[in-house]
């Protein structure tokens, strides 16, 4: 009887943290999405918060800081008008997310249109009770690109 009230709590135990760590995916994943909804309304309020000031951004055309890439966003210098996401990859590692989402991004860069494939690396740190992104970062790929999960 002990031995099977002994599996029975590892089953509870294992179901639990499973949960807890697909509920923590979920949140980490729409907290990546709400980005670019705030990235493509320009909405340097939502985003401030959510950008350490230590993180980098890297972008076809350079690396730069977080203070620069607000402004990117604000003077619309990049604007991030729509970001379909196709495919999204989560790992929690500790307080660590990674995320990895293969995106079509329709964009205006310095007044020219484009429409670009990515596979986007976001990196968040759970800083008390928030998530801090550290780092963003875009790689151009095929559209057959897949991510391994």
Known sequence: MKKQLFVFALLLLSANLSFAQSSTEQEIKKLSMDKWQWMADKDIAKLTPLFHPQAKFVHMSGTWTTPRELEI??????????????????????????????????????????????????????????????????????DTHQLEK
């Open 73 to 142: 966003i604000e003077t619309g210098s990049i604007w991030y008008k729509k970001a379909t996401v196709h495919d999204t990859a989560v790992e929690i590692v500790g307080n660590t997310a990674i995320v990895w989402n293969r995106i079509t991004l329709e964009s205006v860069v310095r007044g020219n249109d484009a429409k670009v494939e990515f596979t986007v690396t976001e990196v968040y740190q759970k800083e008390g009770s928030a998530w801090k992104m550290l780092a963003l970062t875009f790689s151009s790929v095929r």
